[in-house]
T-cell receptor, first 113, second 114 residues
Framework: AQSVSQHNHHVILSEAASLELGCNYSYGGTVNLFWYVQYPGQHLQLLLKYFSGDPLVKGIKGFEAEFIKSKFSFNLRKPSVQWSDTAEYFCAVNGLNTDKLIFGTGTRLQVFP | KAGVTQTPRYLIKTRGQQVTLSCSPISGHRSVSWYQQTPGQGLQFLFEYFSETQRNKGNFPGRFSGRQFSNSRSEMNVSTLELGDSALYLC?????????????FGQGTRLTVV
């Protein structure tokens, strides 16, 4: 079955701490991978995406993610978080022949000054 | 250019009623997908439309239906509303295949069923 697992449901950090959010997927075939962010009261926005090529992808606001095919993982990282990174983060996957996104359950990140 | 527009933003309905939600995709985008977001179930896929054809459907009862018009605008309808249908309904649009593309989301319609 197609699924996405996000292991961290709620993460609390202080500003300047490093962040790593886990994402593992189960999907037959070649996949596209995404991280979306939902700031309080705002719509889902794309942080970064992986379609092919370099498995280390860089997104907006200093975020990056690494696709490790052997581990079916696409973990999100940021070396130093800011208070403004407080949001909910969603990992998602789709196949090459569909726009249907399968989302993880999300990770709520709270950053304290 | 304008983003994905969903109307209305908020809606309150009573059990048993039906509701229609609207989505206008980004200009040039021909694929439209709908998702239901709830605290308990997260983001769940409802349907995907491309060129007025339903290309994919999620595991929702037949009370949930949708359609896409020739201008790519889409509507979804929920009949015989239940309390459990209270959710944020999100629409996303993307360019058509075969290129790998990303989905752009609207702000959603918050449906409350009382």
């Amino acid at each position: 079955a197609q699924s996405v697992s996000q292991h961290n449901h709620h993460v609390i950090l202080s500003e300047a701490a490093s962040l790593e959010l886990g994402c593992n997927y189960s999907y037959g075939g070649t996949v596209n991978l995404f991280w979306y962010v939902q700031y309080p009261g705002q719509h889902l926005q794309l942080l970064l995406k992986y379609f092919s090529g370099d498995p280390l992808v860089k997104g907006i606001k200093g975020f990056e993610a690494e696709f490790i095919k052997s581990k079916f993982s696409f973990n999100l990282r940021k070396p130093s978080v800011q208070w403004s990174d407080t949001a909910e983060y969603f990992c998602a996957v789709n196949g090459l022949n569909t726009d249907k996104l399968i989302f993880g359950t999300g990770t709520r990140l709270q950053v304290f000054p | 250019k304008a983003g994905v527009t969903q109307t209305p933003r908020y809606l309150i309905k009573t059990r048993g009623q039906q509701v229609t939600l609207s989505c206008s995709p980004i200009s040039g985008h021909r694929s439209v997908s709908w998702y239901q977001q709830t605290p308990g179930q997260g983001l769940q896929f409802l349907f995907e439309y491309f060129s007025e054809t339903q290309r994919n459907k999620g595991n929702f009862p037949g009370r949930f239906s949708g359609r896409q018009f020739s201008n790519s605008r889409s509507e979804m309808n929920v009949s015989t509303l239940e309390l459990g249908d209270s959710a944020l309904y999100l629409c996303a649009s993307s360019l058509d295949r075969p290129r790998n593309t990303e989905a752009f989301f609207g702000q959603g319609t918050r449906l409350t069923v009382v």
